[in-house]
């Protein structure tokens, strides 16, 4: 007997133009696919993140995700959030709100607002921040190596909201784009720090592209670096970074990312007077269809 065929979609997200922002595969229908099935997936698609769409149990979501690497499941990510919204009311779902979605994944419950433009915006989850020590700080310097990088203003730390970040400020968007990492130097200080990766960001004029570039370079085990293309829980922890330190680029602000890669993710970051913190950008579907369950 053959497989049943699941629904999938691999969307864009972060970008305006097809095949710049950072990719995700999303798919429906999953309840009752076991752990291994979605990890089995998730190798085999080999993106980012791969997530899966099941019936919530909460009764105020409309769906729960659970969002899974290559190689292992994380509770929450930012550009799977809203890819997986765009996904769902792309492939006709109404949401319970007009305008709103509510996701439920590891994290609890994530808020999704749909706006006419066609862009959507999730509230952050709650960052947990912590300052590296002396030996972090030190470690940190020795394996970057350069004179660019800004530890005065906003020393060097870890931001975590469902990802861990180790955010760390460049005193230019150029020399952020432009630096050389040495990947076995950057492996040992994010194992050092338990982090899942470095955060560059630096501010641009106030005639630039954006308000902010920003880089994020990933690590996983002991596999070789690579560089995320559109980072939502980067840029959610780096929002809440600077509204920790008073130092908010101001209400509403725009970040650039992927630059060095040649893509072309934008961001949008908005405080609103709640105290929430709006992490948005716009989606597109670039494959529609489906594919074989795997076997159990």
């Known amino acids: 007997m053959n497989a049943r065929p699941v629904r999938f979609k691999q969307v864009d997200v972060f970008s305006e133009v097809p ?29 980012s993140e791969t997530t899966f769409v099941c019936r919530p149990s909460a009764p105020e979501a409309d769906y729960l995700v659970r969002l899974f690497t290559p190689a292992y499941e994380l509770p929450f990510a930012g550009h799977p959030t809203l890819g997986t919204a765009h996904a769902l009311l792309d492939g006709g779902y109404r949401p319970r709100q007009p305008g709103r979605l509510v996701q439920q994944c590891g ?52 931001i975590d909201n469902g990802v861990p970040w180790l955010a760390i400020g460049v005193k230019s968007p150029q020399a952020c784009v432009s630096m050389v990492l040495d990947a076995a130097a950057v492996s040992q200080i994010v194992r050092k720090t338990g982090m899942s990766g470095l955060a560059f960001y630096a501010s641009h004029a106030p005639n630039g592209p954006a308000t902010l570039e920003v880089r994020c370079i990933v690590v996983e085990g002991d596999g070789p670096l690579y560089e995320d293309p559109a980072t939502g829980s980067a840029n959610a922890g780096l929002a809440s970074l600077f509204a920790s330190r008073e130092r908010r680029p ?20 908005e405080y609103d007077d709640s105290g929430k913190i709006w992490i ?17």
Not at 280 to 296: A, K, L, M, N, Y
Request: charge should be negative; charged fraction near 20%.
């Open 19 to 47: 095949f710049k922002g950072n990719a995700l595969a999303v798919v429906f229908d999953a309840d009752g696919m076991t752990d291994d099935q979605m990890q089995a997936i998730a190798r085999w698609t080999n993106l």
């Open 107 to 158: 994290v609890g419950l994530v808020e999704v607002a749909v706006h006419g433009s066609g862009s959507m915006a999730f509230v952050a989850p709650p960052a947990r921040i912590e300052p590296l020590d002396a030996d972090q700080l030190q470690a940190l310097k020795a394996a970057l190596r350069s004179d660019e990088i800004d530890f005065d203003d906003i020393p060097p730390c870890c």
């Open 250 to 269: 101001a209400s509403r602000y725009t970040v650039r990312q992927g630059t060095a890669i040649g893509r072309e993710g934008r961001v949008t970051v």
């Open 280 to 296: 948005g950008g716009t989606s597109i579907t670039i494959v529609d269809g489906t594919f074989q369950r795997p076997s159990p």
